[in-house]
């Protein structure tokens, strides 16, 4: 395996850093480090919020939502490499904090 060890560029701002991750080059350094971390013996988990949203209990619901936004949702998690569902549970934290502070 003679692959070319991949580096984190540094990003101007938080949605040029978003692209990347979402971009071929972001995915691919998630699958590097995790394949890094599996050969040393270390359990991978995903991000800190993904982990954090997943170590809290959850609560089933049932909720409703235009097929135009539940398509575009996956269509993005997709990109982003993550489940639809853990997707719109980051949308969801983020803007109840979001909503929280402005409170």
Request: aromatic letters at 4%; charged letters at 30%; a positive charge.
């Amino acid at each position: 395996m003679n692959k070319e060890t991949q580096e984190m560029p540094k990003f101007k701002n938080q949605s040029e850093e978003a692209n990347w991750w979402a971009s071929r080059a972001g995915r691919a350094y998630v699958k590097q480090k995790s394949a890094e971390a599996k050969s040393r013996g270390m359990e991978t988990r995903g991000s800190n919020l993904v982990r954090k949203l997943n170590e809290k209990s959850s609560v089933q619901i049932a909720i409703r939502l235009p097929a135009a936004d539940l398509a575009q949702a996956r269509k993005i998690a997709e990109r982003k490499g993550i489940g639809y569902q853990t997707l719109v549970k980051m949308l969801v934290h983020e803007g109840l904090a979001r909503e929280s502070r402005r409170a």
